[in-house]
Every structure is written in structure tokens, then in C-alpha cells.
Antibody
Framework: EVQLVQSGAEVKKPGESLKISCKGSGYSFTSFWIGWVRQMPGKGLEWMGI????????RYSPSFQGQVTISADKSISTAYLQWSSLKASDTAMYYC????????????WGQGTLVTVSS | DIQMTQSPSSLSASLGDRVTITCRASQSITRTLSWFQQKPGKAPKLLIYAASSLQSGVPSRFSGSGSGTDFTLTISSLQPEDFATYYCQQSYNTPYTFGQGTKLEIK
């Protein structure tokens, strides 16, 4: 069974750093791209970027380029989303999702990680 | 970036109704269009991929159509569990942009 399991909720202060994770199982982790999606409170879905764990090839949305870093450790089947200096506006739910290889749809999703940034 | 425009942004309907949601791309995306359902507090769920292919396990009352720039999601007979927010997403080019969502509510 394909599963993506994300790390737990985080509460941080502005200016702090953070790295959240998404662990894949039940499939060949290195053979599928993993994307990240932001959902701010009460708002829609925003595509942030995507990584291919096989070779760490990464693509970012221009809206998020330079604001976050996406990485992966294929030895432990885990993808990451990190911030070096959080802002209050980073408060949101973050989802990881696997991209299928045929039509590039996001076929499996993690349960989400809620990040709250508040002083 | 490819812009995805969904309409309507909200919709009230009754059990058993047939409803249609539309999604328009700012340029041709061939058939690289997915539809998702999201319920409050839950992750999005893939319903339709490749514009018209039903994801495994999704009820057949859901269907998708279209190609190029214009797409539709149709629910043939609304069930109580269908009241949710629906999103389209293009996967033709990165960034893989979403529509703004359509909230389907009970009339």
C-alpha cells in the first residue's frame, strides 16, 4: 500500500528555522517525483515545488523560489521542506503528494503538516 | 505560469442533483488535468486524472471531460458525502497550478 506520512504539527516563532518531512512507503521512492502544496487557513491549494528523489532534481514555483528549500534523502525514503527564517505568513497546512509517472497527477497525498508561526 | 480558472466559486445543490464544475486553462494543456475533492481538515483526494480517467475506487457518478483549455467535472447524482470543495490542477508545465476551488454546499 502506497503511503506518505508527514511529520507532526509545528509551532514556531518568526525568524526560526524549520524542516518538515514526508516519508514514502509501499512503492519505489526513487522512481516518483514528490511535490509540496501549501494551503493557508481558509484558502485554496498552492503548488510549491517538486523533487525527484532518484537524483534530487528539483523544480520550484516562482512564488516559492528562494523562500523554501525542497530536498530528499533516498536512503530513508523521505522528502523535506525547509525554511531558514519563518514568517507569520508561512502559517499554513503543508501537504506532500506523489506525482504519477504517466499523466503527472498527484495520486497519493500525505496527511498534512500544520505549521503555525507566531510570536 | 499557466492560470487555471474554475467556475463557479461556490454552488448550492440538492441531493440527487446533477452538477457541473468548469475549469479553463490560460493556454492549451492537452489532457494533463486532474480533479481533486477536499473535505474540511483532510488532504485532497484525486478523483479524475488525464481529464477523464476515473481514479481507482472513485464512484462512477464522477466524470470528467475536455481537452486543450476547457474542462468539466460532473457529478451525476449528488450524494451526502459529495459536499466538499473541488479543485482542478494542470500538470502540463511546472508550476503545476490549481484552480481557486469550487465549494459545493447543500441547498
Amino acid at each position: 500500500e502506497v503511503q506518505l506520512v508527514q511529520s507532526g504539527a509545528e509551532v514556531k516563532k518568526p525568524g526560526e528555522s524549520l524542516k518538515i518531512s514526508c516519508k514514502g512507503s509501499g512503492y519505489s521512492f526513487t522512481s516518483f517525483w514528490i511535490g509540496w502544496v501549501r494551503q493557508m487557513p481558509g484558502k485554496g491549494l498552492e503548488w510549491m515545488g517538486i523533487i525527484y528523489p532518484g537524483d534530487s532534481d528539483t523544480r520550484y514555483s516562482p512564488s516559492f523560489q528562494g523562500q523554501v528549500t525542497i530536498s530528499a534523502d533516498k536512503s530513508i525514503s523521505t522528502a523535506y521542506l525547509q525554511w531558514s527564517s519563518l514568517k507569520a505568513s508561512d502559517t499554513a497546512m503543508y501537504y506532500c503528494a506523489r506525482r504519477d509517472n504517466d499523466w503527472y497527477s498527484s495520486d497519493y497525498w500525505g496527511q498534512g503538516t500544520l505549521v503555525t508561526v507566531s510570536s | 505560469d499557466i492560470q487555471m480558472t474554475q467556475s463557479p466559486s461556490s454552488l448550492s445543490a440538492s441531493l440527487g442533483d446533477r452538477v457541473t464544475i468548469t475549469c479553463r486553462a490560460s493556454q492549451s494543456i492537452t489532457r494533463t488535468l486532474s480533479w481533486f475533492q477536499q473535505k474540511p481538515g483532510k488532504a485532497p483526494k484525486l478523483l479524475i486524472y488525464a481529464a477523464s480517467s476515473l481514479q481507482s475506487g472513485v464512484p462512477s457518478r464522477f466524470s470528467g471531460s475536455g481537452s486543450g483549455t476547457d474542462f468539466t467535472l460532473t457529478i451525476s447524482s449528488l450524494q451526502p458525502e459529495d459536499f466538499a470543495t473541488y479543485y482542478c490542477q494542470q500538470s502540463y508545465n511546472t508550476p503545476y497550478t490549481f484552480g481557486q476551488g469550487t465549494k459545493l454546499e447543500i441547498k
